[in-house]
């Protein structure tokens, strides 16, 4: 009799082990996904998994990646931000143009205020009078571009004196060895992770984006909770234009056009949510990094650099469909 | 006029659509603005320059009204408009034939994809849009195209009488498609599966096959509006079309269509076209600059939004704190 009792129980341990095993690949797929990819490029290009050139890949994308912080955010309480591609090009030809204009300070300052203002009429449109975030952030990214060529005089603006100025540190500059918009993207996205996770405002951002109502009925103060979404997510639009606008001390009118897309293409690929109420920024992390290597990669093994876009195609709807058919236990929907 | 019939008509449901209203009122203003406005030549040139995006708005009204989003049009118009120029060597006829196939074949992908694994439509044309772009790129390898076949480009500058044929090409398209819309099987159950997914299903309404049939036809239109733009200026360029996507949506949107679904007109769309390029050429004839326009639109979008909101706001609310 021991003997089948022992058998049942390494047989429930097996299944135990099993599922647990699938639970991990179903929740961390495109963990394990991202891993393959790094595994597969490595083999065909030697540099791929060199130091210089991971850190070169992690810096370039961390500015989609900034935002996306942002954007995250602003998705997990369940709306949509379309407009941090014009806001991009709105704080970078600002604080590039007010730098030679009032000093490097004083257009930081400014940017960020002006920026934070803009997230502010995004936030009172869509959380205090209760607008279709799709379409308000769609009117604000036509508006906004608008406003920086109004600015600008359709001009580029540009930095006259380039090499001695404390504000490239920014986007050129290295602290033990990192780049600083590495830094940047790290501490930003650290701050909000932990802030998501073990914060009661974290919670209640997770609330108003699963169920609303319930949220209310909880004594959560919604409209602010939305209101709140939209400012941190100018907050990483400027910091993103810090660095963009120190990186290429320059800017063209239009220099975040498409961002917003990018963003949005890495939030999905990460596996957060667009209904709102789950999603992490760890996730919308691996998402960035994953679109950032794989540019990387085929640039490595000699495509070029539109190849990306197709595979940004596949992987995109299969990332979110895989996760959908997990849940549903089923391939395809069934309706005819 | 007392204030209940003022609401019913602000809403659109009673015979003149508020758009109308509005598209009016501007004409009047630039027609006093500008001696030029009201002549047939600008008015032509304002069909024919409405043409393109009211084509594929057409197309995005059926879908919105399904209950779905199309993003990838833009890119969907730029292939088109690469392969109707590219392919000449073979012949205009089917240079056309192959780009208004395109357009088809790509609409069905994205169709067959929403309704086969049930993935957003929002996320499935997201996709579409990087990666048809890239489809561009990888077709004419980062090259513009030019027509060497002036009977391509004349098309484009032709006219009937003092009708331009571009403009008649818009005209026609929208009459058939207010037909399809409002006397056919499809535009009924267009309008069901947009309300209520559900309830159609329940009611035997093939839901997945009307989303396909919408994404083939916003697929088409999309197509063909490529085609008619690179006839305009005989030539294609890879960056063709970006941004027409959120150009196309927000004349569907201005024309009353909801995002949600089970709501919309195409009269209501041919008003947000008109709204759009009427501001633009009279904008353009007043010597105001173009980033103005840019601005002007945002600011009326959300203005039709909160309207909208005020006004339906015994059916919308929910709790509030």
């Known amino acids: 009799m021991a003997s089948i009792e022992q058998g049942k129980q390494a047989i429930l341990l097996n299944k135990k082990y099993k599922e647990g095993l699938l639970n991990f690949l179903s929740a961390q797929g495109i963990l394990v996904f991202f891993l393959i990819c790094m595994f597969a490029f490595s ?51 600002l604080v590039v143009d007010l730098h030679d204009k009032i000093g490097p300070a004083g257009a930081i300052v400014l940017m960020f205020v002006l920026t934070l203002m803009i997230g502010a009429v995004n936030g009172l449109l869509i959380g205090f009078m209760r607008l279709n975030s799709l379409i308000v952030t769609l009117a604000m990214l036509s508006a906004v ?22 504000f490239a540190i920014f986007g050129r500059g290295y602290v033990l060895g990192i780049a600083v918009p590495v830094i940047l993207f790290a501490v930003l996205a650290i701050i909000v992770q932990v802030g998501m996770s073990y914060t009661s405002y974290g919670r209640r951002i997770f609330a108003v984006g699963g169920n609303p109502a319930a949220a209310v009925y909880s004594g959560i103060r919604r409209n602010w909770c939305v209101f709140s979404t939209y400012l941190i997510s100018a907050f990483c639009v400027a910091c993103a234009a810090l660095v963009l606008g120190s990186r290429v001390m320059g800017s063209q009118n239009n220099v975040g056009q498409g961002y917003e897309l990018l963003v949005l293409a890495g939030i999905i690929l990460g596996g957060t949510s667009l209904l709102g109420g789950a999603g992490s920024v760890w996730k919308t992390i691996i998402g960035v990094l994953i679109l950032g290597f794989i540019q990387n990669g085929l640039l490595l093994l000699g495509y070029p650099y539109y190849t990306q876009w197709l595979v940004t195609w596949v992987i995109i709807i299969l990332a979110v469909w895989l996760d959908l058919a997990n849940k549903r236990k089923r391939l395809f929907t069934t309706h005819s | ?42 008015l032509g040139n304002i069909l024919v320059q409405t043409s393109t995006i009211g084509l594929i708005a057409l197309g995005m009204t059926f879908v919105m009204i399904n209950g779905n989003i199309d993003l990838s049009v833009g890119a969907v118009l730029g292939l088109a408009a690469s392969l109707s120029v590219g392919l000449q060597d073979y012949g205009i006829t089917i240079a056309v034939i192959a780009a208004l196939a395109s357009g088809l074949v790509l609409g069905a992908i994205n169709g067959l994809i929403v309704w ?92 997945g096959r009307h989303m396909m049939i919408n994404f083939i036809i916003v697929g088409f239109f999309a197509a063909l509006a490529g085609v008619l733009l690179a006839t305009q200026m005989g030539a294609a360029t890879p960056n063709l079309g970006r941004d027409y996507e959120l150009w196309t949506i927000t004349a569907v949107v201005l024309g009353g269509t909801k995002l949600t679904g ?60």
């Open chain 1, 43 to 93: 083999l065909f290009s030697e540099q791929f998994l060199s130091q210089s050139n991971i850190m070169t890949v992690v810096r370039q994308a961390s500015i989609i990646g900034i935002i996306a912080v942002g954007v995250t955010i602003v998705i997990i309480g369940g709306n949509l931000d379309l407009s941090v591609g014009s806001m991009l090009s709105f704080s970078t030809v």
């Open chain 1, 145 to 166: 571009q608008g406003l920086v060529l109004i600015y600008s005089g359709g001009k580029n603006v540009d930095i006259a004196n380039q090499s001695d100025t404390w």
């Open chain 2, 1 to 42: 006029m007392n204030m209940i019939n003022m609401k019913d008509f602000l809403k659109g449901s009673g015979f003149i659509q508020p758009i109308w209203v509005f598209v009016i009122v501007i004409t009047v203003f630039f027609s006093f603005m500008s001696e030029y406005f009201l002549s047939i030549g600008n």
């Open chain 2, 116 to 207: 086969k694994t049930g993935v957003n439509a929002f996320i499935v044309t997201l996709g579409a849009m990087i990666g048809v772009r890239g489809l561009i790129f990888v077709y004419t390898e980062e090259q513009s195209f030019y027509a060497t076949n002036f009977a391509f480009s004349d098309f484009g500058a032709a006219s009937i009488g003092p009708f331009p044929v571009l403009a008649l090409i818009f005209l026609v398209c929208t009459l058939v498609m207010h037909l399809v819309l409002k006397k056919t099987g499809h535009g009924r159950n267009t309008f069901a599966v947009g309300g209520n997914p559900e309830a159609a299903l329940d009611a035997g309404i093939r839901i």
């Open chain 2, 262 to 321: 089970g709501f919309g007109s195409i009269t209501g769309t041919l008003g947000g076209v008109l709204a759009i390029g009427i501001l633009r050429n009279g904008m353009n004839l007043m010597q105001v600059p173009a980033f103005y326009v840019l601005v002007i639109l945002g600011l009326i979008l959300i203005s039709v939004l909160i309207i909208d909101q005020r006004l339906n706001v015994h059916a919308s609310k929910g709790v509030s704190i």
